[in-house]
């Protein structure tokens, strides 16, 4: 590993831990040459999911195009960035459990919903919202009404 400071790759690790529940290993590294430390965290290879999208192009699965739709959901929410890394943590390891290496996108934006609807119910209606782009308020009043009874909250 090189470092960041002086560009040697000499150097020793001081500490390893868990990160990200489990799916990678946060390395602290100090660097023989200068001194530096350094954090490097270290992944498993995930298989690379492709994303079929709506008008039949074929694309490489982005964390972080999922990240942005969240962040863009959760704005001024009170959500931090950890929930949102672990919405999208989540939406992948549910695409890992699929077998198919290719994913139809509405797959993946149910994922999303299915996800951020338990962390911040206004942010999950944002997002579905856009994702599913409600033609007019009658389907938008649909899709708050379907919440509202889940929670078993509805006022009819």
Known sequence: MKCPRCGADDDKVVDSRSAREGLAVRRRRECAACGERFTTYEYIEAKQFRVIKRNGQHVEFDRAKIIGGIARACEK??????????????????LAANLSLEVPSG???????KRLRDVDEVAYVRFASVYRSFKDVDEFMSELREMLDRKGGADD
């Not at 929410?77 to 549910?94: C, F, G, I």
């Not at 993946?108 to 919903?113: A, N, Q």
Request: glycine share 4%; no cysteine.
């Open 77 to 94: 929410r009170p959500v931090t960035l950890e929930q949102m890394e672990a919405v999208a943590d989540a939406v992948e390891r549910d």
């Open 107 to 113: 797959a993946v934006g149910e994922l999303v919903m």
